[in-house]
């Protein structure tokens, strides 16, 4: 790959002659840059360092994963860029450039940018001071970092003395889950040489261009750059709601119904109570709902508050309810669950009772609604799809989101009339049957 040269051969009869021709050097300037994660917080990522192998061709490729690595809002992410001579004289990376996509910021005053020496520079190309301006940052870090030589008599080797010989930095940037664009919550991180330098032995400068790439232009398949690849995880807590059993007291007597609904019924069932007209005074409703709460999310967290809106017509008992509290004239609030850490994919339940207000005329429909009124995780991510305590009972349906959610009840007065108008009913069909049956029997 580095050298030419020839040996000739020359037989006759039995006199061989040969001929060698010494090999001369190529002279190849060519610098390649790869990127890779090599650390997500205080947590080393050891397996996307690029392994050089030569292929069929004696050409030298790097093997190493470029699948988006898992993070999270607020994670610093650690990328090392390393630059390898892959050519047959001295160089220098004398500048590096490594983009800022949406979804990441620069941190200056980070210690390992700082030792680095990356500059910032806004869209304009101007250097600044601000992050929030930054799409692009520099260092010239490497430019006294003599890169040797790759030997092509000698084997790969990932250990000093390195072949290919290669020099790094290294970046950390903070994952901010509010500036994302990207639909898929993939971020992608560029970067590439922007100024190289080919010497020869002495040190002085050699008029030559990289042999495949050209620096400070991205230009797809060049080697003098690299990317790389995070993805974003979301938070996401959900809530269900639903009525489990019916608890009517009469006269003492008390009769519980379970619903046997479950919080995927789609539509919303109802739950249905009917009081006999003559024992209102003398009857004690009560309905008890079920919260559960369901992490459908990738990162781990807490619905550390759960509040519920109390409707018209039934009322809280605080003694049926020991993990509530009053929070307004129609609002409840619990906590019970703060101390639960939902995984992904994970759920806790809570329960709530409600008691009906005995009255001829606090009848019909009565919708409850709960919602996730605070949560939790220590990425400080937002849910993805959700805006905690948001609730207005007023025209519910329209801002219904996936943290909340409604749970429906009916009451009904019973008369009596009913079941004198259905014996009726049911004693004129069987005489109508009778007659039917008389009928086709003597007309046959």
């Known amino acids: 790959m580095s050298?030419?040269?020839?040996?000739?051969?020359?037989?006759?009869?039995?006199?061989?002659?040969?001929?060698?021709?010494?090999?001369?050097?190529l002279t190849i300037f060519d610098l390649a840059l790869r990127k890779f994660i090599t650390s997500v917080n205080d947590e080393?990522?050891?397996?996307?360092?690029?392994?050089?192998?030569?292929?069929?061709?004696?050409?030298?490729?790097?093997?190493?994963?470029?699948?988006?690595?898992?993070?999270?809002?607020?994670?610093?992410?650690?990328?090392?860029?390393?630059?390898?001579?892959?050519?047959?004289?001295?160089?220098?990376?004398?500048?590096?450039?490594?983009?800022?996509?949406?979804g990441v910021i620069f941190l200056p005053t980070n210690e390992t940018n700082v030792q680095y020496g990356w500059k910032m520079y806004d869209a304009s190309g101007n250097e600044t001071a601000d992050p929030t301006q930054a799409v692009e940052i520099r260092t010239d870090y490497l430019k006294d970092e003599l890169l040797q030589p790759f030997d092509s008599t000698k084997a790969i080797s990932t250990t000093e003395p390195y072949n290919p010989d290669y020099a790094e930095v290294k970046v950390v940037f903070q994952v901010v889950e509010q500036n994302?664009?990207?639909?898929?919550?993939?971020?992608?991180?560029?970067?590439?040489?922007?100024?190289?330098?080919?010497?020869?032995?002495?040190?002085?400068?050699?008029?030559?261009?990289?042999?495949?790439s050209i620096p400070n232009e991205w230009n797809e398949g060049e080697d003098d750059q690299d990317v790389e690849h995070i993805y974003v995880k979301y938070f996401d807590l959900a809530l269900l709601k639903w009525v489990t059993k019916t608890i009517v007291t009469v006269d003492g007597v008390t009769v519980i119904t379970e619903t046997g609904f479950t919080p995927e019924d789609d539509p919303e069932p109802?739950?249905?109570?009917?009081?006999?007209?003559?024992?209102?005074?003398?009857?004690?409703?009560?309905?008890?709902?079920?919260?559960?709460?369901?992490n459908q999310g990738e990162i781990a967290g807490y619905a550390t508050e759960i509040t519920?809106?109390?409707?018209?017509?039934?009322?809280?008992?605080?003694?049926?309810?020991?993990?509530?509290?009053?929070?307004?004239?129609?609002?409840?609030?619990?906590?019970?669950?703060?101390?639960?850490?939902?995984?992904?994919?994970?759920?806790?339940?809570v329960e709530v009772i409600f008691t009906w207000i005995n009255g001829s005329d606090n009848l019909g429909l009565k919708t409850n609604i709960a919602e996730i009124s605070e949560d939790y995780n220590d990425?400080?991510?937002?849910?993805?799809?959700?805006?905690?305590?948001?609730?207005?009972?007023?025209?519910?349906?329209?801002?219904?989101e996936d943290d909340d959610d409604k749970a429906l009840v009916i009451l009904e007065i019973h008369t009596g009339a009913f079941e004198d108008y259905a014996g009726i009913t049911l004693t004129v069909l069987i005489c109508l049957a009778i007659g039917i049956g008389l009928i086709k029997k003597f007309v046959i």
Do not use: M
């Open 180 to 212: 994302i664009t990207s639909a898929d919550r993939i971020i992608t991180n560029k970067a590439h040489i922007t100024a190289d330098k080919a010497v020869d032995e002495d040190g002085n400068e050699i008029d030559i261009d990289d042999d495949d």
């Open 379 to 400: 990425k400080d991510a937002p849910d993805i799809d959700s805006v905690p305590d948001n609730v207005k009972p007023d025209g519910y349906d329209e801002q219904q």
């Open 308 to 349: 519920d809106y109390i409707p018209a017509g039934l009322t809280f008992v605080q003694e049926d309810n020991p993990l509530w509290t009053k929070t307004g004239d129609n609002t409840i609030a619990t906590r019970a669950l703060e101390g639960t850490l939902l995984q992904p994919g994970e759920s806790a339940e």
């Open 44 to 102: 080393a990522v050891t397996t996307r360092i690029p392994q050089p192998t030569l292929d069929e061709n004696g050409e030298i490729k790097y093997e190493h994963d470029k699948t988006p690595l898992l993070v999270a809002n607020s994670d610093l992410v650690t990328y090392t860029i390393r630059v390898y001579n892959e050519g047959t004289v001295l160089g220098y990376a004398t500048e590096i450039a490594d983009d800022i996509p949406d």
């Open 3 to 25: 050298f030419y040269g020839a040996e000739v051969i020359c037989e006759k009869g039995t006199d061989v002659i040969t001929i060698i021709i010494p090999n001369e050097k």
């Open 270 to 294: 109802v739950a249905k109570v009917v009081i006999d007209k003559k024992k209102i005074d003398s009857t004690v409703v009560k309905f008890v709902y079920r919260i559960r709460i369901i």
